[in-house]
C-alpha cells in the first residue's frame, strides 16, 4: 500500500518536510510598535509609526499664485541684477551736481530742460552741462546724469528749471543690482512661500517654482444615521454629518487640497465601491467611524480586504480606536478615525496634521507644545494622553493661560468650537491644579 502511494505522486516527489516553526513567514507588513500591560499603544508610538510610512510628494511645478505655503524643492538663483538698471527714487530732474553747487532759493540754479522721461521709457540722448530732463521714479537714468533733484526743491518748470538746493552726487538714485546681484540665491530648498518670496520671484522674471504640492485628502464620513446639512432629518436616530466638515476644514488649515465626499452608510458594499473610486484622486484619504468594536464598525471590516491595514488602541482619550492603511495597488496611506466628532478632531490633531505636513515637507510636522497657565483645575485619566479643549488668552503681565471648556466627552462638540487649543496632559498626571503650567497645542501657530 505505501508504494502504490508513492506510485500515485505527482513526480514521484519526496514528501515536503515538515516546516520549521522558524521557517513560518512573517507576517507582510512593517513591524508594529510595542503595546502597555493594556494592549495599548502609546500616542507618540503610534504618530511615529505612521509618519514613517508616510513619503514627503515628489516635487512639482507650480504657478506662483498656487505655491503660496508650499516648501520650495529648489535653490532660485536670480539671472538678473535688481534693480535691473540705475533709476530715480523720485520724481524730479536728473541733473549734472556740478549744474547746481551753491543754488539756494535766493539764488538757484536755471538749467534748461530738454527732455522727458517716464517710467518705462529711455532718453533718447545724453545729458549735457546745464540742463536737465525730466524724470519720474523707475524711469532710467540718462546717461551724463549723476543725480536727481525732486520736484519740491524746484519751480516744476518745463522750458528752464529753477533749482533751490544743491545735491549730493547720487542723490535719488537707485543703483543698478543694490537690492541683488545677478548670481545671488534669493531662495532655498525648503524655504516656505510667503507673499513677499512670490513677489521676488516674480520680480526676477519667474512665473513657476518647484515645490511639494498641497496634498490631495479625501474626506468620507462613514455611518447610515448621517445626513447632509442643508436637508431634513427624517427621524429620530439620525444626526447630521459634522465630521466631515470638522475634518475637511481641519484638512485645508493643515495646507492640504481637500475633497470633501461626505457620508457614505455602513453598508460594506457601498464603502469598498466608493473608496475604490476615491483612489485615483488621493496622496491620502480619512474617513471617520468604523473603527471601533460596534456590530457595524465597516470600516474595519472592509479595509483589511483593500490594503495593509494596522488598527490599535492608543493610550489617549480621547481618540482611542485608530486605524492606518496602505491602500491599492498604490498603497494610498488611510487615516481611520474614530467617529465621536471630538475624538475625530483630536485624532486629526495627532495624527492627520503631522502627515499632511510630512506629505508637503512643511517642518516642524509635529505642533510644538507652548507652557500655559491653567485658570482651572483639570482632571484626567491616569495611563493615557489626555487632550483637554482650552481657551488660551493672554493675561495684563502677558502671561499665556489656558481655561478648560466643557467636559472630556468625546461628543461635546459645543466646547470644541469655543476652543482654540488642546491642553496636551501626559499619562501619569490624574489632576491638575489652578496655576499649574500645562503643555498646549495652540492653533494657528505651528
Ligand atoms: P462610530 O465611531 O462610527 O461608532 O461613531 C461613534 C459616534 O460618533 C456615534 O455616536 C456616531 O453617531 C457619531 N458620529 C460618527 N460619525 C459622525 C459624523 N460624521 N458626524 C457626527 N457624528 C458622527
Ligand atoms: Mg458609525
Given at each position: 500500500m ?9 513526480n514521484?516527489?519526496?514528501p ?7 521557517q513560518?513567514p512573517?507576517?507582510?507588513g ?12 502609546s ?8 509618519l514613517s510610512?508616510?513619503?514627503e ?5 507650480q ?17 538678473l541684477?535688481?534693480?535691473g538698471?540705475?533709476?530715480?527714487a523720485?520724481d524730479?530732474?536728473a541733473?549734472?551736481t556740478p549744474?547746481?553747487?551753491g543754488a ?5 540754479a536755471?538749467l534748461?530742460?530738454v527732455g ?14 546745464g540742463?536737465?530732463m525730466?524724470?519720474?521714479?523707475g524711469?532710467p537714468l540718462?546717461e551724463?546724469a ?11 518748470g ?12 547720487g542723490?535719488?538714485i537707485?543703483?543698478r543690482?543694490?537690492d541683488?546681484a ?11 512661500l ?6 521676488l520671484?516674480?520680480?526676477i ?9 498641497r ?12 445626513v447632509d ?17 470638522l475634518?475637511a ?10 475633497f470633501?465626499?461626505?457620508?457614505v ?7 469598498r ?10 496622496d491620502l ?19 483589511p480586504?483593500?490594503g ?13 480606536p485608530?486605524g492606518?492603511g496602505l ?14 466628532p471630538?475624538?475625530?478632531f ?7 496634521r ?7 515637507a512643511?517642518?516642524?510636522y509635529v ?9 482651572t ?5 491616569p495611563?493615557?494622553?489626555q ?14 493661560r ?7 466627552g ?25 496655576g499649574?503650567v ?6 494657528g501657530?505651528?
Amino acid at each position: 500500500m505505501a508504494l502504490f502511494g508513492r506510485r500515485n505522486k505527482k513526480n514521484h516527489e519526496e514528501p515536503a518536510p515538515p516546516v520549521e516553526p522558524e521557517q513560518v513567514p512573517e507576517p507582510v507588513g512593517p513591524q508594529l510598535p510595542p503595546v502597555d500591560a493594556q494592549g495599548l499603544r502609546s500616542m507618540e508610538d503610534h504618530r511615529d509609526f505612521v509618519l514613517s510610512l508616510i513619503d514627503e510628494l515628489p516635487p512639482f511645478g507650480q504657478q506662483l499664485l498656487d505655491a503660496i505655503d508650499l516648501s520650495l524643492c529648489e535653490d532660485v538663483i536670480s539671472e538678473l541684477d535688481l534693480p535691473g538698471f540705475d533709476n530715480s527714487a523720485m520724481d524730479g530732474y536728473a541733473i549734472q551736481t556740478p549744474d547746481v553747487v551753491g543754488a539756494t532759493d535766493q539764488d538757484p540754479a536755471v538749467l534748461a530742460v530738454v527732455g522727458e522721461i517716464a517710467a518705462g521709457q529711455t532718453a533718447t540722448h545724453r545729458l549735457s552741462p546745464g540742463t536737465a530732463m525730466k524724470i519720474m521714479t523707475g524711469a532710467p537714468l540718462p546717461e551724463g546724469a549723476d543725480a536727481v533733484v525732486k520736484y519740491e526743491d524746484t519751480d516744476r518748470g518745463t522750458d528752464d528749471v529753477l533749482v533751490y538746493a544743491e545735491v549730493a552726487q547720487g542723490a535719488n538714485i537707485r543703483r543698478r543690482g543694490e537690492d541683488l546681484a545677478a548670481g545671488t540665491v534669493v531662495l532655498t530648498t525648503g524655504d516656505r512661500l510667503h507673499s513677499g518670496g512670490i513677489g521676488l520671484l516674480a520680480a526676477i522674471g519667474m512665473d513657476k517654482v518647484m515645490v511639494r504640492p498641497r496634498p490631495r485628502v479625501v474626506v468620507i464620513a462613514t455611518g447610515s444615521e448621517l445626513v447632509d446639512p442643508g436637508t431634513e432629518l427624517q427621524h429620530a436616530g439620525q444626526i447630521y454629518d459634522s465630521n466631515s466638515f470638522l475634518l475637511a476644514a481641519a484638512a485645508k488649515e493643515a495646507g492640504a487640497q481637500v475633497f470633501r465626499v461626505g457620508q457614505v452608510s455602513d453598508d460594506p458594499d457601498e464603502v469598498r465601491q466608493l473608496i475604490h473610486d476615491q483612489l485615483v484622486r488621493a496622496d491620502l484619504i480619512i474617513t471617520s467611524g468604523g473603527v471601533s468594536e460596534g456590530d457595524h464598525d465597516v470600516i474595519k471590516d472592509v479595509m483589511p480586504t483593500m490594503g495593509w491595514c494596522d488598527f490599535a488602541k492608543v493610550a489617549m482619550q480621547p481618540g482611542k480606536p485608530q486605524g492606518f492603511g496602505l491602500i491599492g495597488d498604490d498603497k494610498v496611506p488611510m487615516i481611520m478615525l474614530p467617529g465621536n466628532p471630538v475624538s475625530s478632531f483630536v485624532s486629526f490633531e495627532a495624527f492627520v496634521r503631522p502627515v499632511i505636513r510630512k506629505l508637503m515637507a512643511a517642518e516642524p510636522y509635529v505642533r510644538t507644545a507652548v507652557p500655559a497657565i491653567s485658570s482651572t483645575d483639570i482632571v484626567s485619566v491616569p495611563g493615557k494622553r489626555q487632550f483637554a479643549r482650552g481657551v488660551v488668552s493672554l493675561d495684563d503681565q502677558d502671561q499665556r493661560r489656558v481655561r478648560w471648556v466643557g467636559e472630556h466627552g468625546s461628543h461635546l462638540l459645543g466646547d470644541l468650537a469655543r476652543a482654540n487649543g488642546l491642553i496636551v496632559l501626559d499619562e501619569e498626571i490624574e489632576h491638575v491644579t489652578a496655576g499649574d503650567v500645562v503643555p498646549v497645542w495652540q492653533f494657528g501657530e505651528d
